[in-house]
């Protein structure tokens, strides 16, 4: 009998809910449109539906009207744009940061302020990299593996350096990066917590479990969302194949051929329905039983601003 293996944690996280809650209630409060720097969340599905709901996306400031209502996205902004905003007529500016990379600007800063030379994992161009290097002026590096460890511009014998890292990074890749940085600078300091959110690590800790008895792995999460890539890339890395799609009518057939056991995850920010949509499409191809492979419950609630509660 096929058989389909249901990851639990999946999908959504509280950072991501919080984040849509937030565009949506602006919706309700004060109508279409809202404004929305940068994709609120990295997902197709979700931001095609609050487009749909009189969400207007944008990437420059200049672009907003005055009077407007603005969110920023739940990968965070630079302070440049704060300020941008800031300095406009705008009705009302409601941050859709996830706490927990707020949590890391805070770190980020007071390293700073303490003058310490901080380094950063994390990927290139992606806009929570962007948005928390954006927290100070200069004396921090991004660096993306093991490798941009040797080209970095500071003393191996510093004796203020520091690291913080993306939240939607690899928890295996990042450890390693970390090690080598540990080699390099005897004085590094390193995060009080890891810097890796919750849903991260568990979503990821699902797909090492996974792994273990399924033929091939399904991700559904959106090519630009980080954490879902690298559940895509943790099962490959496992030696076991995988996929990454947005909707149930990527699947292609020859992707099943000889898989008796198909996992099923989906990154932070993708919705349920969709999941609901790709095992109905499994189905559909014979995999006719379905099974929920628990690692961990999940309860993290993060409150909503105070000027959209209930």
């Not at 200049?62 to 905003?85: C, F, N, Q, T, W």
């Amino acid at each position: 009998m096929k058989k389909i293996i249901l990851a639990n944690p999946r999908g959504f996280c509280a950072g991501v809910d919080r984040a849509i809650n937030i565009v949506e209630k602006s919706l309700e409060k004060y109508g279409a449109p809202v404004y929305v720097r940068h994709e609120v969340v990295h997902n197709k599905y979700v931001v095609d539906e609050l487009k749909d709901r009189g969400a207007i996306f944008i990437e420059e400031i200049k672009d907003v009207p005055e009077g407007a209502i603005l969110v920023y996205s739940a990968h965070g902004v630079p302070l440049s744009v704060r300020k941008e905003a800031e300095e406009k007529n705008l009705t009302m500016i409601f941050d859709a940061t996830c706490p927990l990379v707020s949590k890391v600007h805070v770190e980020l800063k007071n390293l700073h302020r303490n003058q310490y030379e901080i380094i950063m994992i994390g990927h290139k161009g992606h806009p929570e990299v962007e948005g928390t290097m954006g927290q100070v002026d200069g004396g921090i590096y991004l660096i993306e593996n093991e490798n941009d460890v040797d080209s970095l511009p500071i003393a191996r014998e510093a004796e203020k350096v520091a690291v913080v890292t993306q939240t939607t990074l690899s928890v295996d890749e990042t450890k390693s990066i970390i090690a080598k940085l540990k080699d390099s600078y005897p004085n590094l300091r390193l995060p009080k917590n890891e810097d890796i959110c919750y849903a991260t690590q568990n979503r990821q800790d699902a797909v090492k479990e996974m792994a273990k008895v399924c033929d091939s792995i399904i991700v559904i999460g959106s090519k630009t969302s980080s954490n879902s890539n690298r559940l895509k890339e943790l099962a490959e890395n496992l030696g076991v194949r995988s996929y990454l799609i947005d909707f149930d009518y990527e699947i292609q057939c020859d992707w099943l051929d000889g898989v008796s056991i198909v996992g099923l995850t989906a990154g932070a920010s993708a919705p349920e329905v969709l999941v609901e949509g790709v095992i109905k499409k499994l189905q559909s191809y014979g995999f006719s039983s379905t099974e929920t492979l628990n690692v961990v419950e999940e309860h993290m609630v993060f409150a909503l601003p105070s000027g959209l509660r209930t």
